[in-house]
């Protein structure tokens, strides 16, 4: 669970990512496709679309950060669908590991170091949640 400050870190940062999201979103994929070339056959369909999942869970996460029963519900939920997706726990250090690099790269100065904290608690949290909902038989 965030502290005060971390959510406010996060949004801030988001709220400065978003004219620019897309290329972040872009530049997740890309990292995570280079250092993880085998993850690739995992996203059958549409990259263009998944992209625009992506960003779509990014935005609800982000913005659900402060009503804690509604974060549960929805992250629960995504990690209980992506367990039938064979997501496995080396996959969640690829992916943060990808979305904080993109979102240094995208945001560059403005994601210093606290901010790259907040985010980084926020992407364990959702780690957290989603490993228990990967948990829950569908």
Known sequence: ????????RVQ????ALWPRLGRAVDRFYDLLFERAPDVKPMF???LDQQKLKF????????????NR???L?????LGRR???????????DLVRGAVLDSLAETLGPRFDAATRAAWAAL??????????GMATPA
């Open 44 to 46: 059958r369909h549409d």
């Open 12 to 15: 801030a940062s988001f709220d």
């Open 123 to 132: 992407l364990d949290d959702l780690r957290a949640v989603m490993l228990g």
């Open 73 to 77: 519900s929805v992250v629960h939920d």
């Open 55 to 66: 960003t779509e869970m990014l935005t609800t996460a982000v913005g659900a950060v402060e």
């Open 1 to 8: 669970m965030l502290t005060r400050e971390e959510i406010a």
């Open 82 to 92: 992506h367990a039938a997706y064979g997501v496995t726990l080396s996959h969640f």
């Open 69 to 71: 029963s509604l974060f």
